[in-house]
């Protein structure tokens, strides 16, 4: 859908409005997020990218409500996320981090974290969506490898049933086979569930398997946003050419 | 032997004199911290002696309240002094121990276990706010520490929709039973590995031995209700410094 079409017939899912996050650094206030503004519509794959430090994952953080926003306003579903119950909201942005947690003992412990109605069933459907087998609901987390480790989690996080995913680098950990599936998972996720990911990438090159809308951000700035493709290949602004040049795309 | 004077304890002397000696000729690296701490015990237990049989004597309520106080807030600065990490930590002793000590105290009152003198409230009340105190400063330690050492796991909870009790929980659990390890492993060897202090007391004082029991039971159930209450209460309220109104894990304390 073009983002004309899209925002006549759409009201974003999620949408920041000139927001900020001041941290306090040694006694001097430091923006890592500085007057962002975005608007996230469902069915979409965006792309945070940046330089490290430039506060990506801070803006994740906020989305999902871990942190308050210094300045500005999120909403959403068009209601100010201030206005929902924090752990209510957090179901509905469900956030993947970039080293993921297991609770102890099994997978099937896990799931039944987030919700202790699903039948052995329902789980075994949801391991077969990140391509694991039923074998695995009782298997202790401890033995698992870091990838079936990342899956879990992500089958965890599809548990939730949110509205929004924010992933953080979330093949950072993995090598090119489990990368590729779980990108499938997360288009598949994305073009079925009528959900918006919102991605954080550390390697610009990733940009172009996963598709969708990039968003580059420098020192807490949207420095500029636009498709994928276009923004990897033709960047409008200076400092969107010296970051993508650095990592010789 | 139930009357025991100063010559006794001057007597008794001999005892410690056998072991700075001992101190001495293995070269114990603590022959110092020995011949304080007996100067010390000396001074400080005749001084104590001297201040009870004053309020004894008197049998004010109010002078008995104000000792109370003073030993709450003593004890509240000992579990302190062992927990300055967490931001409020006296406040939060303060508060579990004399939550501990007082509704301990007060059913016992209520329940006619004991009735209001001095010679009653006040002993109790040493053991009471003394494990208290130790409990108070546990659980602080633990859960403070526990919660800084698990904040991934705590914010995953966190972020998948659970709120700051639910996130915490397992943390909380087990600084509860940190706090209680001491009590409980004293209830389960008690009257087999050792006479406890109290009965072995009240027997040297010429006390029926059963009648010691009873007391010793009474000062065991007790210490259990008030180690209980304080180290709930000391979990709960450091766990509250960690976490925001809206159930975010504070990034400094």
């Known amino acids: 859908m073009s983002e004309t079409n899209r925002s006549e017939s759409q009201n974003p899912i999620l949408k920041a409005e000139n927001i900020s996050l001041v941290v306090d650094n040694g006694g001097t206030p430091k923006n890592i997020i500085a007057g962002f503004s975005f608007d996230f519509y469902k069915g979409e794959i965006y792309n945070i990218l940046g330089p490290s ?47 993921p947690f297991l609770f102890p003992k099994t997978v099937k412990d896990n799931l039944h ?25 009782l298997s ?31 093949t950072s950990a993995l090598d090119e086979k489990n990368s590729s599936l779980l990108l499938k998972l997360i288009k598949n996720k994305v073009s079925a569930g009528g959900i918006a990911a919102i991605i954080v990438i550390h390697d610009p090159r990733q940009v172009l398997t996963y598709n969708g809308e990039a968003l580059l951000i420098i020192n807490g700035k949207l420095v500029e946003h636009g498709p994928a493709k276009e923004l990897i290949s033709q960047p409008k602004t200076e400092s969107g050419k010296s970051f993508l040049e650095k990592d010789s795309v | ?23 001495y000729f293995w070269k114990v690296p603590v022959q110092k911290n020995m011949a304080v701490g007996i100067i010390r015990s000396f001074i400080q237990l005749i001084a104590v002696g001297y201040a009870l049989k004053y309020v004894f004597d008197l049998e004010s309520i109010w002078l008995i309240l104000m000792v109370i106080i003073v030993m709450i807030l003593v004890g509240s600065h000992a579990s302190y002094s062992l927990s300055k990490q967490v931001r409020g930590a006296f406040l939060i002793s303060f508060s579990a121990i004399a939550a501990g000590s007082l509704v301990t105290i007060g059913s016992m009152l209520i329940l006619k276990i004991i009735t209001f003198e001095a010679r009653f409230i006040i002993p109790l009340s040493g053991m009471i706010i003394s494990n208290a ?15 800084r050492s698990n904040s991934l796991a705590i914010e995953t909870a966190l972020s998948l929709g659970k709120n700051r009790r639910e996130s915490s929980r397992p943390y909380r659990k087990q600084a509860v039973i940190a706090g209680m390890t001491s009590i409980l492993n004293f209830m389960k060897t008690v009257g087999i590995v050792a006479l406890p202090g109290a009965m072995t007391g009240m027997i ?16 065991v159930y007790m210490l259990l209700s008030s180690v209980t209450i304080s180290s709930v209460i000391a979990v709960e309220l450091t766990t509250e410094k960690y976490f925001t109104p809206y159930h975010q894990l504070k990034s400094k304390i």
């Open chain 1, 53 to 99: 430090g430039a506060g990506k994952s801070s803006l994740l953080r906020l989305f999902n409500r871990l942190d308050e926003i210094t300045r500005g306003k999120i909403y959403f579903n068009g209601k100010e996320s201030s206005q929902y119950n924090p752990c209510l909201l957090r179901r509905k942005i469900g956030y993947l981090f970039q080293t």
């Open chain 1, 113 to 137: 974290f987030v919700d202790s109605s699903l039948s052995d069933d329902k789980m075994t459907s949801m391991l077969s969506e990140v391509n694991l087998g039923p074998d695995y609901l």
């Open chain 1, 140 to 170: 202790n987390v401890d033995v698992l490898s870091v990838g079936e480790k990342q899956r879990i989690a992500l089958a965890r996080l599809f548990a939730l049933k949110s509205e929004v995913i924010l992933l953080d680098e979330p």
């Open chain 2, 1 to 23: 032997m139930t009357g025991v004077g100063i010559e006794n304890v001057l007597v008794s002397l001999v005892l410690a004199a056998i072991a700075l000696a001992i101190g």
């Open chain 2, 133 to 147: 105190m130790n409990a108070a400063a546990l659980t602080i330690n633990r859960i403070s520490s526990d919660i």
């Open chain 2, 204 to 219: 040297l004082a010429g006390a029926e031995p059963l009648e010691a029991v009873f007391w010793q039971l009474i000062v």
